[in-house]
């Protein structure tokens, strides 16, 4: 198995203009995970699907972020206007389960965004 | 709101010793914890699960324990490699599938 794809794996850009970021999780997972990391803030989760639905977006931090989940093997999370305080690395994981039990999460590379 | 703490936050050892990284976590009601490894500019790596009934996971050098009521975790490495330096995360799951992270602990393994 290729494991979690992300794309880009690195992106720049400026300030106001919109970013999408990719993920296609492991085949038969059925759990997806959007999570941005910084050195202030460390790991944080963004949203979570399960079955394609939105389950947590308690994590997007306001409305320039919107996820979506049109299938289950492809996701996208976009940032629009991008502003430079949303520089981070941004991981996108998946998991099989969703409920209790040993769901694992194995994470992609990661995109590394710099909004200039 | 879970808050997961690591200590220490960076940690420098000399090639064939036995480390403890801690994990220290202030809710109690968690699901599960796990062991991630994160090498510079990569995704993290699962290390170790340990569900929330168990007391300890271990895979080749690694031992991870949990003691559920006093809120901590131990990560052991074992005879310890230049090759296990990275950045090592610790990470609880309370409420679905909602995973809370420490900052983590960089661990250099000098040869």
């Known amino acids: 198995d290729a494991g979690v794809i992300q794309s880009p794996r690195h992106e720049v850009t400026e300030m106001g203009q919109e970013v999408t970021l990719r993920c296609k999780p492991i085949s038969g997972h059925n759990s997806l995970f959007w999570y941005r990391q910084t050195m202030m803030r460390g790991l944080e989760l963004l949203i979570y699907f399960n079955n394609n639905v939105p389950i947590d977006d308690s994590g997007m931090p306001e409305d320039r972020f919107s996820a979506k989940m049109p299938n289950a093997s492809f996701s996208t999370l976009k940032i629009q206007p991008s502003e430079p305080r949303d520089s981070a690395v941004y991981f996108c994981a998946s998991s099989f389960g969703g409920g209790r039990g040993t769901d694992t999460q194995y994470f992609g590379p990661g995109t590394r965004l710099t909004v200039l | 709101k879970q808050e997961v703490t690591q200590i220490p936050a960076a940690l420098s050892v000399p090639e064939g010793e036995n480390l403890v990284l801690n994990c220290s976590f202030t809710?109690?009601?968690?699901?599960?914890l796990q062991w991630f490894r994160q090498d510079p500019g990569k995704g993290l790596t699962s290390l170790l699960l340990i569900q929330s009934s168990q007391r300890e996971q271990t895979s080749g050098r690694l031992n991870a324990s949990l003691d559920k009521s006093s809120g901590r975790s131990t990560l052991y490495i074992a005879a310890s490699q230049p090759g296990d330096s990275a950045t090592y995360l610790c990470a609880v799951r309370t409420s679905g599938s909602r995973l809370t992270f420490g900052e983590g602990t960089q661990l250099t393994v000098n040869p």
């Open positions: 809710d109690s009601a968690i699901y599960n």
